[in-house]
């Protein structure tokens, strides 16, 4: 199951949940079990899992460290200056007239 299948709002509280699990003072199996289970269903880390990369392609686990890449700076709207509106003024309303009902 993909994050997009699980709400957000699933994931804070099952983020919520295993902090909180994990906070307790007293490990004991079943609460190991409780967050171990949390992690999983819900895709969120916790301190008994982890994320391993895994090729696509080959559906092996990748080893190594990492592989750092160069990625070019890409012109950022916000740094763009605005764009410049060329709008007539509003046009002006007639004034209302009032008619009495009979």
Do not use: W
């Not at 490990?27 to 999983?40: A, D, F, H, M, N």
């Amino acid at each position: 199951m993909s994050n997009v299948d699980r709400p957000t709002i699933h994931r804070l509280a099952a983020k919520n949940l295993i902090s909180f699990l994990e906070c307790d003072s007293e490990e004991s199996e079943e609460v190991k079990k409780k967050i171990l289970e949390t992690s999983l269903q819900s895709g969120v880390v916790s301190s008994l899992t982890a994320y391993v990369a895994v090729n696509k392609d080959t559906k092996t686990r990748v080893e190594g460290p990492p592989v750092q890449r160069f990625m070019p700076p890409v012109a950022m709207a916000c740094f763009m200056p605005p764009p410049v509106c060329c709008c007539a003024a509003p046009a002006r309303m007639a004034p209302l007239q009032i008619l009495e009902m009979a």
